[in-house]
């Protein structure tokens, strides 16, 4: 098998360092997408642009991953409730942030007073919720947890605490329509002003506006940029943090947990305790990733905390493998540049190369002319909005399948992060080789 | 004696199952308000027999619903996440079958067969009801339960088999995989437009203040009918009988020499006809179908089925119709904003309380 042997080499040289394989995989991915841009001749600020919506993308979802990891790959819990956590993160630090006199109304803390006091919300709540919640089989906890998320949402939708007085205190959620969130805090690196509406830039925002305005590039996609180098800063800690907490004494009962309850608590540890501590920081990384997922936009809506969300991190958890925090981040990656983001870039790519024409309205019509070997009137109805997210969905759902049949570990399942300090499975096959 | 026997059974009660006790503490205090406040005329007596009623009809509905997904997770051990999508499935062959036995003639076949959406169909011109159009709708009744049980078997093939080995979280992960296809292949085929089903002037009857409606008299009397059918199928057939020997304990039946694997084939076209029986009628009784009505209905039929008991039929009925009146019942206190999260609070409750559900111990299919 000559494929085999290709990706064994290239397995060689890639995964005995994990950093190496990861800058490779960034360079491969923003490669793909400068290259097409390039054959396609799209302009340079909006090939810039892309890159900066997959990295970012890229970068959030890796984080998500990783924070699912914790509680799925290492302790074995199956969280389907992410997104309500990550609702409850946000909307925290909305409520906190929003000035007193705004519409609803907030408690007008500064951002970073907020972004705390988001994490120990999400936190606190999600150790409470762990602690009737561990008890159940994991199938069981799923459904509690989505149905947690569910509840989340629905009260964060409910016209009842949009605009609210509880104790005497005014603060809402906005309903329905949203809550507007601070303003990207980036902008403070390059504007002097940047709460005003047109603000001026001050040294650094000068130097770097005026060099970047020859090629075309804007000054949004500039702070937009920073803003991704900020959160790949941020993953490199939490990576840095997961890889500790994998190897310290507490990730190593996490995951005997994981591989053997009953035998964890003969040697004598509390696994309920750990699973709480597990599930509630889990649960306090959500939240602030989510932060990060949404100070970018300023704006949160009920819209963007549905199951699906939970179920976007799990596929990119799957996709890298459980139990590996590399994988988590090669999982996140790859699931935002390629199925995340990949078939909204093919329609651009389509659009450009094929002079569409209309539409049809309908399925039917579009099937209707396969009959004289005419693919473009298929192909038109494909590219549409509404249709081309339900393929992209439909996509996602063909990967998941696939990836519980052959591979349920993940990619990199194999790479999991093992219980004990040495590997015995190794060190087993070594020995027969020696035989 | 005896009722020394009473105070200790209670105090090992209080001790033992301390949530247990509070919560039915809490129910019966309910219950009283109830009374108390109709007493004190706080809530009107036919707005109570109104919440009743539409309680009812939505329990029926989640109860038949609710069968099927109830027969897969006991004799498959999976939660499947399709459920609710394959209820969206079964709800648009049907209607597209109606549609077209109804308007065959008068309108493009292509508008019938899609059911309206981007080419309107007037709901109001094609006048579907029950009085105006049985034939159409027990021919679209038949084609969605055929059409969702084949749906059914070929998941079953392409998906499910292959894994039949894997464990219950893999397969549920797995099942999320089809539903996210399954709703987003009827998205991509009939677009989302909310499409209106029904026309003319469907009867109604008032009484006592209370209203019936003709399309939810008929989804309560077909629902209960098919779920006789099936309590009849399951206790008095010999596949029945496999299928229940299945539930209680897969090796002992397979060793018994009942062929595992086509009793596993018929509860998916037993359960998938039901589920596609009950997307036609819960389509007919709301009025409108959008793609996405299976799945916001699947986290209450899956409260359903774990407040009868995972593996009971006959609770998953039953939890059907307790969901459903409990929920209507909770606009006596709250708002109907919160109706969604009070099914799954209790459902919550219940599964801390009571994993079990209703009908613990009792997996009859």
């Not at chain 1, 205190?169 to 902008?187: D, E, K, M, Q, Y």
């Not at chain 1, 005997?256 to 004598?268: H, N």
């Not at chain 2, 309680?55 to 609710?84: D, K, P, Q, R, W």
């Not at chain 2, 998906?159 to 998205?187: C, E, Y």
Request: proline letters at 4%.
């Amino acid at each position: 098998m000559s494929t085999g042997s290709i990706q064994a080499r290239a397995e060689g040289w890639l995964g005995n360092n994990d950093v190496r394989l990861l800058v490779a995989l960034a360079l491969a991915i923003g490669g793909l997408y400068a290259l097409f841009s390039v054959v396609l001749g799209f302009q340079l600020n909006g090939t810039v642009n892309t890159l900066r919506r997959v990295a970012f993308l890229s970068a959030i979802y890796a984080m998500l991953a990783l924070a699912l990891n914790l509680q799925w790959g290492y302790a074995g819990l199956f969280n389907l409730g992410a997104a309500g956590f990550m609702a409850i993160g946000v909307y925290t630090m909305g409520i906190l942030t929003a000035p007193v006199t705004a519409s609803p109304p907030g408690f007008g803390l500064p951002l970073p007073v907020a972004i705390v006091g988001a994490i120990l919300m999400t936190g606190v709540i999600g150790g409470l919720a762990a602690l009737p919640a561990i008890r159940l089989r994991a199938d069981y906890l799923a459904i509690v947890t989505v149905a947690f998320s569910e509840i989340v949402r629905l009260t964060l939708r409910a016209p009842e605490f949009a605009n609210t007085r509880i104790a005497g205190v005014a603060f809402g959620t906005g309903g329905a329509t949203g809550l507007s969130l601070p303003s990207n805090p980036i902008r403070i690196l390059f504007y002097t002003d940047p709460a005003a509406t047109a603000p001026a830039p001050n040294a650094l925002g000068a130097a770097i506006f005026s060099a970047v305005e020859p090629l075309g590039i804007e000054q949004t996609l500039v702070i937009g940029w920073a803003y991704v180098v900020v959160l790949c800063l941020c993953l490199g800690l939490l990576y840095w943090l997961m890889i500790r907490i994998g190897k310290s004494p507490f990730g190593r009962v996490l995951k005997s947990i994981r591989e053997d309850q009953q035998v964890t608590q003969a040697l004598g540890k509390d696994t309920r305790l750990f699973k709480i501590k597990t599930f509630a920081l889990g649960c306090a990384l959500m939240g602030l990733i989510a932060i990060l997922w949404r100070l970018s936009g300023g704006y949160a809506s009920p819209r963007m905390f549905k199951p699906i969300q939970t179920f976007y991190i799990f596929i990119a958890l799957f996709i890298g493998g459980t139990g590996s925090p590399t994988g988590s981040i090669v999982g996140g990656a790859l699931f935002a540049s390629l199925l995340f983001e990949g078939p909204s870039f093919i329609r651009r790519v389509v659009a450009e190369y094929l002079q569409l024409s209309n539409a049809p309205d309908t399925l039917v019509g579009a099937l209707a002319q396969l009959g004289t070997l005419d693919v473009t009137p298929l192909l038109a109805y494909s590219v549409q909005d509404v249709s081309i997210s339900a393929l992209r969905l439909m996509l996602l759902g063909i990967v998941l399948v696939y990836l519980m049949q052959r591979h349920p570990d993940g990619l990199l399942g194999h790479r999991k992060a093992i219980a004990s300090s040495v590997d015995l499975s190794q060190q087993a096959t070594q020995e027969d080789d020696n035989e | 004696m005896a009722a020394r026997d009473y105070y200790s059974r209670g105090q090992n009660l209080v001790y033992n199952r301390p949530v247990l006790v509070i919560f039915a503490v809490i129910g019966v205090f309910l219950v009283f308000d109830i009374l108390r406040q109709v007493g004190t005329g706080t809530i009107v007596i036919t707005d109570l027999m109104s919440y009743l009623w539409n309680g009812l009809v939505l329990g029926m509905s989640l109860g038949l619903a609710g069968v099927g997904l109830s027969m897969t997770y006991s004799i498959l051990n999976f939660a499947n996440f399709a459920h609710g999508d394959l209820i969206t499935s079964g709800a648009f062959a049907g209607w597209a079958t109606a549609f077209l036995i109804a308007g065959l003639g008068e309108f493009s076949v292509e508008s019938l067969i899609l059911i309206g959406g981007p080419i309107a169909v007037g709901s109001n011109e094609l006048g579907i009801n029950v009085v105006n159009t049985p034939l159409a709708l027990l021919a679209g009744l038949l084609v969605a339960a055929v059409l969702t049980a084949a749906l059914s078997l070929l998941l079953d093939r392409i998906v499910f088999k292959p894994m039949r080995s894997a464990d219950g979280v893999t397969l549920m992960i797995a099942s999320v995989g089809v539903a996210l296809f399954l709703r987003n292949f009827l998205t991509y085929s009939f677009l989302t437009d909310s499409r209106g089903l029904t026309g003319g002037n469907v009867p109604q009857f008032t009484i006592a203040g209370v209203t019936f409606g003709g399309h939810q008299i008929t989804l309560v009397v077909v629902a209960a009918l098919l779920m006789l059918g099936t309590h009849i199928l399951l206790q008095y057939t010999k596949i029945g009988t496999a299928m229940r020997a299945m539930a209680a304990n897969k090796d002992l039946a397979k060793v018994t020499g009942i062929p595992t694997e086509r009793v596993v084939k018929l509860t998916w076209i037993i359960g998938g006809g039901l589920t596609g029986c009950a997307g036609f009628l819960i389509a007919l009784q709301q009025g409108t179908l959008t793609v996405t009505m299976g799945w916001d209905l699947l986290l209450l039929v899956f409260a359903a089925v774990i407040l009868g008991g995972v593996g009971s039929i006959y609770g998953a009925m039953v939890g059907g119709v307790i969901l459903g009146i409990a929920s209507r019942l909770a606009l006596v206190w709250i708002p109907a904003s919160f109706l969604l999260v009070a099914a799954f609070v209790i459902m919550i409750v219940m599964l801390l309380v009571r994993p079990s559900g209703l009908f613990s111990g009792r997996t009859t299919a």
